[in-house]
C-alpha cells in the first residue's frame, strides 16, 4: 500500500485499515475524519491533545497509514482546504457576474 494522495482516498485507506488498528489509532482516525480542518491546520501537540492522545501516536498512525510522519499525512488535509477555497472563490465569482439573459 502506498500513502493516500487525496482525502478520499485516505478516508477510503483509513475505513478499509480500521479494523486492525489499534484502539489508540482507531481514536486518531475517528478524529482526523471527524475534524479534517483542525488536522490540517493544528500542530501535532494540539491535534494530539485535542485526540486525547500523544504526539508521537500521530507520527506512530501516520507511518502505519503509509506517510512519512505527521507533515505528510496533514499536507491531504491541508490540500482538501485548499482544494474547497477554490471552490468557494469560483462560487463568489459566479455570484458577482451579472446574469446573462
Known amino acids: 500500500m502506498t ?18 488498528l489499534s484502539p489508540q489509532q482507531q481514536v486518531i482516525a475517528q478524529y482526523v475524519l471527524d ?3 483542525d488536522f490540517a491546520l493544528g500542530t501535532a501537540a494540539t ?3 485535542a485526540a486525547g492522545v500523544q504526539p508521537s501516536a500521530l507520527v506512530r498512525f501516520a507511518n502505519v497509514m503509509q506517510f512519512s510522519g505527521f507533515s505528510d499525512l496533514q499536507r491531504v488535509f491541508r490540500n482538501r482546504l485548499l482544494e474547497r477555497a477554490g471552490t468557494y472563490r469560483q462560487r463568489i465569482g459566479a455570484m458577482n ?3 446573462a439573459g
Open 35 to 37: 475534524h479534517p480542518d
Open 3 to 20: 500513502a493516500p494522495d487525496t482525502f478520499q482516498q485516505f478516508a477510503d485507506a483509513v475505513t478499509q485499515a480500521y479494523p486492525t
Open 47 to 49: 491535534v494530539a491533545e
Open 97 to 99: 457576474r451579472p446574469n
